[in-house]
């Protein structure tokens, strides 16, 4: 297989299983309920082991760029969709410049692992 299909692969689990691991953050309730609480320990455990995947071949300030921006973008649906938060325009603007910066990372860079 691939090594960049491997790389984005780890990556996009690992972006995934923050989001879950962050949405259940929330709903752990400062720790305080064990089922949400378990999922965000489990979640951020498997989200930093794939990253650190994505680390052998990916360059750290890449990696982390891409993770935390789709993370961002992800969990601002989620805020929209199940807790039913409103973003202002600047918050949307922001993020919109959020996923040009990935896209551009990712169709223009040298850097990544391409």
Known sequence: MNPSVITYGALALAIICETIATTSLKQSEQF???????ITVFGYACAFYL????LKAMPVGIAY?????????????IGIVIYK?????????????IVLGILI??????????
Do not use: E, Y
Not at 51 to 54: A, D, E, P, R
Not at 65 to 77: D, P, Q, V
């Open 105 to 114: 990372i990712n169709i223009m860079s040298k850097t990544g692992a391409h």
């Open 85 to 97: 938060q409103r973003l202002d325009l600047s918050a949307c603007i922001g993020l919109g410049f």
């Open 51 to 54: 990253l650190s995947v994505t």
């Open 32 to 38: 305080t309920r064990l089922v949400p609480s378990l």
């Open 65 to 77: 760029a891409i993770w935390s921006g789709a993370g961002i973008i992800l969990l601002s649906i």
